[in-house]
C-alpha cells in the first residue's frame, strides 16, 4: 500500500509565495512520476505540475515561471515551490504519484492540501 501525504498550503497575500511538500510512503519499488494537481470550487482538476524520475518537468501555462516542481533531498519527496500567487490560484491542491509497488503500477493521490490567495 502507498500513502501520499501533502503539507504546506495555507493562506497568503496576493504576490507570496507557499511551498508545498508532498512525501510518498509504503510499499514503493520505484516512482516513475509525481505531480501537483489542483481544484477550485466548481472547476475540474487539473495538471498543475509534473515531474518525471529522468527530471523532466511540465507545468500549465497558467503556472509557469511562477512555479516550480522539484525531487527533495529526502527519500520520495516532491516540493512544489509557488511564488507570485494570485488569487486566481486558491484551490485544494493534490499530490500525485505513478508509482510501482511489488504487484503492480498505479496512480495514487494525496488527501489535499488548501491553498488560499487573498487579494
Known amino acids: 500500500q502507498v500513502h501520499l501525504v501533502e503539507s504546506g498550503g495555507g493562506l497568503v497575500q496576493a504576490g507570496g509565495s507557499l511551498r508545498l511538500s508532498c512525501r510518498a510512503s509504503g510499499s514503493i519499488v520505484s516512482i516513475n512520476a509525481m505531480g501537483w494537481y489542483r481544484q477550485a470550487p466548481g472547476k475540474q482538476r487539473e495538471l498543475v505540475a509534473s515531474i518525471i524520475s529522468s527530471g523532466r518537468t511540465n507545468y500549465a501555462d497558467s503556472v509557469r515561471g511562477r512555479f516550480t516542481i522539484s525531487i527533495g533531498n529526502a527519500v520520495n519527496t516532491v516540493y512544489l515551490e509557488m511564488n507570485s500567487l494570485k488569487p486566481e490560484d486558491t484551490a485544494v491542491y493534490y499530490c500525485?504519484?505513478?508509482?510501482?509497488?511489488?504487484?503492480?503500477?498505479?496512480?495514487?493521490w494525496g488527501q489535499g492540501t488548501q491553498v488560499t490567495v487573498s487579494s
Open positions: 500525485n504519484g505513478n508509482i510501482r509497488t511489488r504487484g503492480s503500477t498505479g496512480d495514487y
